[in-house]
């Protein structure tokens, strides 16, 4: 029997920055997937979902397409076990396996990044195919796109298996830079669900995906064939031609440029638990992605609210947006009060029920001990 452990993730800041080419930080948190393998002599897989309390199986020796498969966790598992099979040009073994989570599911905390992770390492494991981290964060980024039809970004693969312990992840989505960033040891990260389940996230995702490839067409034909993606297009040449650029793919380019260089500074501002710009760029962060790029909402809002009325150090939207969960940056002596008074404030102003979760920053993905 093998264990697999991978953990879901918040994005500290650098929303929708990844398909651009940007800049992201996320955190690995502990909140995870752990899938219980058996290897099966044959090439068949049973999977077992005891969260869903739902079973599928395929056979590796003729994975099914994706629309061949039920909607749900299994084409992610699938959607892994093709990629791999088709890069190493081998057969994967079967296995019977069961996966179990305490990641809440549809809050934007990566819950199919972990599951395809938690596979990727499997198999890498029990097929000696030594493949790297950053590798194996590839293949399941392609299962998504291929198997759950979802245009993402690498940012969420990459968190889940490339973090460092008590570390944020740096990562250039261009060069694919990565860096572990240290976190301030008296500040806890707080995941504050607003309950309210994601909606058209995928339909969303990918519209504002073409819509910021439509911006950086518009201004290569201006600025020339050196911008590759909007990571190429400085706040200062924004200022001047983005008036060019139609909306809405004008604020769409907005928020990602204006995003990249809160990222760079934020750096530097946690490196010195610099609390009031980490406060100042998360609301920048945020106020962008609801004004501009269009992914919040009423509860997302009134959840960034209660975490800043309950004296968060920060607070924004993470992940995709469209409902979900917002981070919030808490100091560790004021937890108890913060959480209290956060849910209080939520419940007050929004009619879904929150859940709150004080996480600790772990490791990526791992075989279990
Ligand atoms: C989802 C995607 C990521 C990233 C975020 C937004 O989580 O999977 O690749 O684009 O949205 O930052």
Redesign the pocket.
Known sequence: MLCVRAPGRV?LI??????NEGY?LPVAISLETRVHARPREDMHCIIYSDTLDEQAEFNLSAIPEPADLPSGFVRYVAGVAWALQAHTERTLTGVEATVCSDLPLGA?L?SS?ALEAAFAVLWNTLDELHLDRLTLAQLCQRA?HVYAG?Q?????QAASLLSEAGHALFLDMRTLFTQSVALPPNWAIVVADTGKPRALAESE?NLRRAQCEEAAGALRIVLGKEIIALRDVSPEQAALYLPLVEEPARRRARHVIGENARVLEFLTALRHADAPRVRHLMLASHTSLRDDYEVSGAELDAMVNACLHAGAIGARIT???FGGACIALVEKAQLEQFLHQAEQHYRQHASYEPRFYACEAVSGASVCL
Not at 14 to 19: A, C, L, M, R, S
Not at 152 to 156: E, F, K, Q, R, V
């Open positions: 994005n650098g929303e929708h920055t990844d398909y992201v934007g990566s990044a998504e979802v993402c970004g690498l940012m969420d995702y992940g995709a947006g």
